[in-house]
């Protein structure tokens, strides 16, 4: 099914659009930090979601006997901090959702790094978290200068792909697809769906394993009442 994004108008895409976010910074570095060390296995045996925040990195920020250890995560200046600034092959690994759920869940918004695992970064778009890339240069500035500045704000312009802070605007990327979704606000696909129910459920009825019966049809009941 194909939807064209263009017929929503300012104010009524499906999805809160998401062309900047803006707010502190914590930086994690290190490259190849996979899914594990986001978020470690055994949390992940959960019904829902909830409360995932606060196992973000746990095997990183406390040891056997859960006493913390020296981490960003456990750092009393980015408490709050809401942009998360990392290095390169960011969330490679297992295609676990959870680790993107645990960085929203702790306050994470957007997340800029050198590279990011294919996967990780589809599944931010699936919840409206940026992933951004800038040089390797440019992001171990933006880490030192955190480091440093912990107050500082830092905004991330989705739709010009740019990065600024202090005085300083970093040309960054945000893979196409990435930017047109959260820029139209269409990067939710369960609200985009609902919001092209009639085209859902004439596609439902045009494949031949799916029975009429099973489509439900609000404008068939609509009429009959």
């Avoid at 040891?63 to 390169?88: C, S």
Wanted: charged content about 30%; overall charge negative; glycine content about 8%.
């Amino acid at each position: 099914m194909s939807v064209d994004h263009e017929e929503f108008a300012d104010g009524e895409a499906p999805a809160e659009k998401v062309t900047d976010v803006s707010g502190t910074g914590i930086p994690v570095r290190g490259n190849d930090i996979d899914t594990d060390q986001i978020i470690p296995a055994r949390f992940m045996k959960v019904v829902t979601f909830d409360g995932l925040g606060q196992f973000a990195f746990f095997d990183q920020r406390f040891d056997d006997e859960d006493n913390e250890k020296e981490h960003p995560f456990n750092d009393e200046r980015f408490q709050g901090a809401n942009v998360l600034v990392v290095n390169a092959n960011f969330g490679c690994g297992s295609s676990r959702e959870h680790a993107p759920q645990a960085l929203m869940r702790w306050g994470i918004d957007a997340v800029v790094g050198e590279s990011f695992a294919e996967i990780f970064a589809g599944n931010c778009l699936a919840l409206g978290i940026p992933t951004v890339t800038a040089s390797g240069e440019e992001i171990d500035r933006l880490q030192s200068f955190v480091d440093e500045n912990p107050d500082a704000e830092i905004e991330i312009d989705v739709e010009r792909e740019q990065i600024r802070y202090a005085d300083r605007i970093v040309d960054a990327e945000v893979n196409d697809a990435q930017r047109k979704a959260l820029v139209e606000g269409v990067w939710d696909t369960t609200a985009l769906m609902a919001a092209n129910r009639d085209a859902v459920e004439d596609v439902a009825r045009s494949l031949p394993y799916v029975s009429d019966e099973h489509v439900p049809d609000d404008r068939v009941s609509g009429e009959d009442t």
